[in-house]
């Protein structure tokens, strides 16, 4: 079996498929699930990768589709130059984007058998880590673009401002807050 391909089903039903990974002991506590063999860890991680490549995937192809699109609307030649620059920083952020969540399954397929199968999960999630940033700031400056047209003065910065930091809070502050507190009760002692 190569490094790619899953196995059938482990032996030992006790081991979970999302099980957290506890460092080296073979006893469990009650009710705590069972840790992961390394060749299971990885096949889960990448799992995760893939459900999480075709979520982020379908939105920013569905975005990066409309906006190449609007170029050729009769309004798009009345865009000041201020909406220009917006735009075209919009289509090369998505597509930036497009190219940062795609490359997980173009590495796959150059790196499948090659028993890489750690190598390209710490890859695929650093590309992940990026593409969501960009697809992030493609978001936020289609609707910049958007805005600019729709509301006056500068409540469209404003509005596109408190969006970015709503995208931060919940795409990046949440999960940093809440594996601190993971990290944090894993190391209080059990009274």
């Known amino acids: 079996m190569t490094m790619t391909q899953q196995p059938v089903e482990p032996e030992d039903k006790s081991t979970a498929c999302c099980a957290r990974h506890h460092s080296g002991s073979t006893s469990t506590k009650p009710g705590a699930e069972a840790p992961e063999a390394a060749h299971e860890r990885v096949n ?7 459900q ?6 379908t939105g920013v192809q569905i975005l990066f589709g ?13 865009l000041q130059t201020l909406d220009r620059a917006i735009y075209v920083a919009t289509v090369v952020l998505g597509a930036a984007a497009t190219g940062s969540l795609i490359a997980p399954v173009s ?27 960009l697809l992030a700031l493609t978001i936020g400056c289609t609707l910049l673009l958007i805005l600019r047209f729709v509301v006056p003065g500068v409540l469209a910065e404003v509005l596109v401002g408190g969006v970015m930091l709503w995208f931060g809070l919940c795409w990046y502050v949440l999960p940093l807050y809440l594996r601190r507190r993971a990290d944090r009760r894993s190391r209080t002692p059990d009274a």
């Open 66 to 78: 409309f906006l190449l699109s609007v170029a050729f609307t009769p309004l798009f030649r009345e």
């Open 107 to 133: 590495i796959h397929r150059f790196l499948s058998g090659q028993r890489m199968k750690d190598d390209l999960v710490k890859a695929a999630g650093r590309l992940m880590m990026c593409g969501m940033v």
């Open 52 to 57: 999480e490549t075709r979520v982020t995937q």
């Open 44 to 50: 889960r991680r990448w799992n995760e990768i893939l």
